[in-house]
């Protein structure tokens, strides 16, 4: 068996080794071959324009020309390299091949020749056509030929040159020997003229050598040289194809033969081994079905017999010592995957506690602010307050997206479906960004698909929220040229639409290779770019899980060749067949604070800074108020005084919100007169306000509490009293 092994390997190495030799050979031929078409480019070349150069006259070379003699130099040499190679490795093609290196030395000696011809024939005001522009210059200038008579010599010289027929060379003769009958020529003129037909004859002898077509004289001899080389070559490189071809062929079915026939003894050897091998494998193999059928829970084996044979003995031992490892690691990794869990409820409940404790200290800042900015202040301070309140924003948009990554890591982010007018929504989201693009003096389209129909279910404020930052992002890296949001129906099946989002702009691109990057949690392409447009990096990767969250793709980011980015999305929507679209322009119109008579508030709130902010807030909108420290005293303070409405902090110290709202409602006063309860938390998770709500609680206010938010909410709540 062996034998036959390394019979069967020793001739595929023989029949490999001389293929290779051969497919090496055809494909230096190859080059050799292209080499060769390529370089006749060179003398086209020459012939087009090359031979019109004054180098090639004042110098005696053309660069075209030189390149073409100087190739097939190397061509010659390379080819001679080929001839030597085939006698040492017994290729073959030998003749062929010597046949076409003699031909090259031909044609090298006929470029040489049509060159000098051509240099002697020259151009303009080089060679035998310079000199016969010389003659026609002075019979011009200083004969006493006629003028027309001069000027049809040139017109018969002329069409020759363009031409090449034989009535412009009789008409040349004709009208020369008519011309020297002539009487009122001199002497010196009819002499000139003589020089003149010598110099056109000597010319129709040259373009006779050097031919006037690619079928005559050296051209055509050049010509038909080129064609038989490359016809040559074609022949040399079929002729190996076909040689590798019928070696494979043979070694296909010297190597078949020997497979089959060693197949059958390796079958009949496998007959006699499996039956010696059955008995414990089967064994084995039943263990292992148990074992997996278990989930992996059973460590200990049940093979605890010895094989009598040596390999499989060793494999039933270490298959114990396998599933013993493997249990001990399945027990750290769930050990490690509750640690991770735990882990991530820690982070998750941090972010919850830090955006609180975030919120809080905010909430003062920005009430302050806006207080601060309804004041009377000159333009500077004025220019103070609004990069204070930006930067306080700013703060509060990086607290409230790191909330968002936190949700969605948890799990905890929810959709809702209702329905939407999606042209009508997307129309109105673009005209967010007027003022912005206004200001930057940059354009922004909006490209809609008119087959898609808008009367569909899903979540708009998500939607919009995925839209909005990728648009912002594209107006903040774009300093000139246009941001573009195009929406194309992608396909239809049954009464799912698919939806293609696709924002492109022309700014400052991105780096092709770090588009995959820049969907990690806080990456960013470069990190130059948080220090000069600024962000946390988190934009992208929330809207790419909104828009898998929302059952779409992944979020496909492509640097334009142009210049610029394309973000592209693609999202299920369903068609709203059953309902109406709900018409989100026709709200409720709510009367101003101004023309809500509230005689008095009641602010309970632990921390001094907010107080003092929703005092103050209140206070602007022509609302005294009352403050309680703690839910306690706010259940004090509502029996002993009347109040219109209550706005509730939701943790406090001694008796939180949630107790102090359900004792006001179960007091007696509450039932005779219900004023509506707002709760104000810095806590911005979904869970709470559900809480709030459900823990009787009429509205939910986030902290920092914003003056036109306040004011809103307080006419709705008492609009809803009326």
Not at 349 to 366: C, D, K, T, Y
Request: proline share 1%; charged share 25%; net charge neutral.
């Amino acid at each position: 068996m062996i034998a036959l092994i390394v019979v069967w390997f020793m001739f595929y190495l023989y029949i490999d080794h001389k293929v290779d030799h051969l497919d090496n050979y055809t494909y230096k031929t190859y080059s050799v071959s292209q080499e060769f078409a390529s370089n006749i480019k060179n003398f086209q070349t020459f012939l087009l324009s090359g031979y019109k150069e004054s180098d090639f006259y004042l110098h005696h070379e053309q660069k075209d020309l030189k390149r073409y003699i100087n190739q097939l130099k190397n061509q010659k040499k390379d080819t001679d390299l080929l001839i030597k190679e085939s006698k040492e490795l017994n290729i073959g093609n030998n003749p062929k091949m010597l046949a076409v290196s003699k031909e090259i030395d031909n044609l090298y000696n006929l470029v040489i020749q049509f060159k000098e011809i051509a240099f002697i024939r020259g151009f303009k005001d080089y060679g035998i056509e310079g000199k016969m522009r010389t003659h026609a210059h002075y019979l011009e200038q200083k004969s006493s030929l006629d003028k027309i008579t001069l000027l049809q010599f040139r017109r018969h010289e002329k069409d020759f040159m363009l031409r090449s027929d034989e009535t412009s060379i009789k008409r040349f003769e004709s009208l020369f020997y008519q011309t020297l009958k002539e009487t009122n020529i001199d002497t010196v003129t009819k002499q000139a003229l003589i020089d003149y037909k010598d110099n056109f004859e000597f010319l129709l002898k040259l373009s006779s050598q050097l031919g006037i077509s690619e079928n005559q004289g050296l051209y055509g001899k050049i010509n038909y040289t080129n064609k038989f080389i490359e016809n040559s070559f074609t022949q040399i490189i079929s002729h190996n194809k076909k040689r590798i071809d019928e070696l494979k062929e043979t070694l296909f079915y010297v190597q078949l033969c020997q497979t089959i026939f060693m197949i059958v003894i390796v079958l009949l050897l496998s007959i006699y081994i499996s039956k010696y091998f059955t008995k414990d494998i089967q064994l084995l193999s039943l263990d292992i079905s148990n074992y997996i059928k278990s989930d992996f829970k059973e460590s200990c084996s049940k093979l605890n017999h010895n094989s009598t044979i040596r390999e499989v003995d060793f494999l039933l031992k270490s298959y114990g010592i396998l599933k013993e490892k493997l249990s001990e690691n399945i027990i750290f990794l769930e050990k490690k995957t509750e640690q991770a869990n735990k882990t991530a409820t820690f982070k998750t409940q941090f972010l919850a506690n830090m955006s609180h404790e975030i919120r809080s200290p905010l909430n003062g800042v920005i009430g302050m602010l806006n207080m601060l900015k309804t004041s009377s202040l000159n333009s500077e301070q004025t220019e103070h307050i609004e990069i204070a309140e930006h930067s306080a924003n700013h703060l509060l948009g990086i607290v409230n997206m790191i909330l968002d990554h936190s949700k969605m890591e948890a799990g905890k982010m929810k959709l809702e479906y209702y329905p939407i007018h999606l042209n009508k929504e997307l129309s109105k989201l673009i005209r967010l960004f007027e003022y912005r693009i206004k200001d930057k003096n940059i354009k922004l389209h909006f490209i809609y698909d008119s087959k898609i129909n808008n009367n569909i279910l899903g979540d708009n404020l998500r939607l919009q929220q995925v839209l909005i930052n990728l648009i912002d992002n594209a107006i903040k890296f774009t300093s000139e040229g246009d941001v573009k949001l195009e929406v194309n129906l992608s396909n239809q099946i049954r009464d799912i639409q698919y939806l293609d989002f696709k924002v492109m702009d022309s700014g400052i691109g991105i780096d092709a290779d770090k588009t995959e990057q820049m969907l990690l949690a806080f990456e960013q392409a470069d990190l130059t770019t948080t220090r000069k447009y600024g962000g946390t990096g988190l934009g992208l990767t929330i809207s790419n899980q909104l828009i898998q969250l929302m059952g779409g793709s992944k979020l496909n980011i492509v640097a334009l060749e142009t210049g610029g980015s394309s973000f592209s999305f693609k999202i299920p929507f369903k068609i709203n067949a059953n309902n109406p679209v709900i018409n989100i322009e026709n709200k409720i119109a709510f009367p101003n604070s101004e023309d809500t008579i509230i005689n008095k508030a009641l602010i309970v709130e632990d921390n001094l800074i907010n107080q003092k902010v929703l005092y103050k807030l209140l206070n602007k909108l022509n609302i005294p108020s009352d403050i309680a420290n703690n839910g306690k005293e706010a259940v004090a303070l509502y029996e002993k005084n009347d109040y219109d409405i209550i706005f509730m902090d939701l943790h406090m110290p001694e008796m939180d919100g949630f107790e102090a709202t359900e004792k006001i409602h179960s007091s007696t006063k509450f039932q005779i007169n219900a004023i509506p309860i707002i709760a104000v938390t810095a806590s911005a998770f979904d869970e709470d306000k559900v809480k709030a709500i459900s823990k009787g609680m009429d509205d939910f206010i986030t902290k920092p509490v914003v003056l036109k938010n306040l004011e809103e909410t307080i006419a709705k709540q008492m609009q809803l009293q009326i």
